[in-house]
């Protein structure tokens, strides 16, 4: 009444945890905002209906509980989002939470500091959850494509299928594209182009788009994807022709997993590898004498094969999989199962102003962390050590900007063991410092419109897009704003004109050079 009595004009609300009981707070709201965890959310969600069947419901927070910080945390996206659909009276769920992070709450995980309730990880680092909402969050129920020829010579057919009436999400799609676009080995663009759609509607019939092939040779895979009017992809299916390249692998050490104790199979080796492409999973085939045994495929960049015996020598290969099957091994690596305590894996590097992040795995029995850094790859003769408690991440500081350094880390155990030390890794610490150029990787032409594909440059505020007639003196400027990310839409060109295009980057400090020019 209060609040009505100030402000007549918008809907006074209240989120509830507990509005499956009969008498709630929830009655005097004029939105039913609540919030539910579990794998009964669809349960609840009828039971709080039939309590309050004058509110309409949304669900403003939702989810099954904290997974893992680990990459390949998944969950059951689509029974989760399955039980809240088809419900006329829910208008809409947000899960808890897009992504972990760092907290003293209570049920915290102790060894790191961090609530892994997110599908990213504290560095936005993709799970395998993140995925699997992606899917279901799309506004469309399905992009299948079929190639008409696996010789390249003749076309692909696009299959939209649209929601239904009273799915979640459903709703109009106005002004949204389909775009594709066709990559070679080092994921150059080689070819592609996009439609505008018509509008699509919950509970329309299938739309298909039939796109030639055009230059194709070279064409590793194909990718097609849903762009929003705002340009953000929500949607994308690629299509492989090559297998995945051969990782590098970047380490192998035999260790022991537990503390205090070389009991039997408690040796493991840890692989740690460079991860090629975000759409490839990876294994380690190893054995004994063959490579008979193999792992799980993983998002990480690393693996450990657990439940070893201690003294014997193992050979392993490591190989990316993709929906083409296993790609071609890494170099053979031998290794022998030893008793000592492996480094922390070091997952993420940030570089910063006069100095850098580092992110790793923190145990529950490690009790220091050390780090040294040089500016000499491989020689820590002198090189300065950092000692610290902390836990999951830290700060190397009073370093020179735009300076190369190498690093490595190695922690102590609560028993005072202390550990090798890991892989190195590089960093160029990045502040005040005027950034890169963005990656443009293709500009596409439909009529009197283009699309410029870019990759985003981490800390840009934002980018200058330019284009002007082919031969012609005066640029065309447009100032393209930091959360639109790989794609962005210039309109108002002569059809029958060939425009050029390039791009820069902004950061607090200035503006990068332009790119490398584009004709269309």
């Known amino acids: ?111 790191s500091e961090n609530r892994p309730w997110g599908i990213v990880d504290v560095f936005r680092q993709k799970k395998k959850a993140w995925y699997s909402f992606r899917k279901e969050y799309s506004p469309i129920a ?65 739309i298909q788009q039939v796109i030639p092939w055009k230059n194709m040779t070279g064409i590793t895979h194909f990718k097609v994807e849903l762009l929003t009017p705002h340009n953000y992809s929500v949607h994308d299916t690629t299509l492989f022709f090559q297998k995945p390249l051969a990782p590098k692998v970047v380490s192998a050490t035999g260790v022991r997993t537990y503390q205090n104790g070389v009991g039997p199979n408690t040796g493991a080796i840890r692989v740690i590898f460079e991860r090629k492409d975000p759409s490839t999973l990876y294994k380690v085939k190893y054995g004994i004498n ?65 100095g850098f992040y580092v992110g790793y795995v923190t145990e529950s029995d490690d009790y220091v962390f050390r780090i040294q850094y040089t500016t000499k790859a491989g020689d820590y003769t002198n090189a300065p050590t950092i000692q610290t408690s902390t836990k999951g991440v830290l700060f190397v500081p ?48 439909s009529n009197n419109q283009a699309i410029l ?14 284009y002007r007639v082919k031969g012609s003196g005066e640029w065309k400027t447009v100032k393209v704003n930091a959360a639109e990310i790989h794609h962005f839409k210039i309109r108002g060109l002569n059809t029958n004109e060939t425009y050029e295009f390039r791009m820069a980057s902004e950061n607090g400090y200035g503006q990068s050079p332009f790119t490398a020019s584009f004709f269309k």
Do not use: C
Request: glycine content about 8%; proline content about 5%; hydrophobic content about 30%.
């Open 453 to 466: 594909v870019f990759e985003p440059l981490k800390k840009a505020i934002g980018y200058t897009a330019q």
């Open 142 to 206: 399905d992009l299948k494509v079929d190639a008409n020829d696996r010789n390249r010579t003749s076309s692909i057919t696009v299959t939209i299928t649209p929601r239904k009436v009273f799915d979640l999400p459903a709703y109009s799609m106005k002004d949204y594209v389909l775009l594709w676009e066709g990559f070679n080995e080092d994921k150059t663009i080689k070819d592609g182009g996009f439609i505008n759609l018509p509008v699509i509607r919950p509970g329309d019939k299938d």
């Open 290 to 354: 063959d490579f008979s045994k193999e792992t799980v495929p993983t998002l990480n960049n690393y693996i450990d094969i657990l439940k070893l015996p201690y003294n014997e020598t193992y050979q392993l290969v490591v190989a990316g999989v993709n929906s083409l099957g296993e790609g071609t091994v890494s170099e053979v690596k031998k290794v022998k199962v030893e008793t000592s305590y492996a480094p922390p894996v070091i997952y993420y590097t940030e570089p910063a102003d006069k």
């Open 1 to 111: 009444k209060h609040v009505k009595s100030i402000d007549t004009t918008r809907l006074g609300v209240m989120v509830s945890h507990t509005a499956n009981r009969p008498h709630d707070p929830i009655q005097y709201s004029d939105l039913g905002l609540v919030n539910k965890y579990g794998t009964g959310i669809g349960r609840l969600a009828d039971q709080m209906h039939t309590l309050h069947r004058d509110k309409v419901l949304f669900y403003s927070e939702y989810g099954y509980g904290q997974l893992s910080e680990n990459l390949d945390a998944d969950v059951d996206a689509k029974g989760m989002v399955d039980s809240l659909r088809f419900k006329p009276y829910l208008i809409g769920g947000s899960l808890w939470t897009f992504n972990d992070y760092r907290s003293s709450y209570i049920g915290t995980k102790e060894s």
């Open 398 to 445: 009073g370093l020179t900007n735009g300076k190369q350094y190498y690093f490595r880390m190695s922690r102590i155990k609560d028993n005072n063991y202390r550990t090798g030390w890991s892989e190195e890794h590089a960093v160029v610490p990045d502040g005040q410092q005027l950034p890169a150029k963005p990656n443009l990787q293709g500009v596409f032409r």
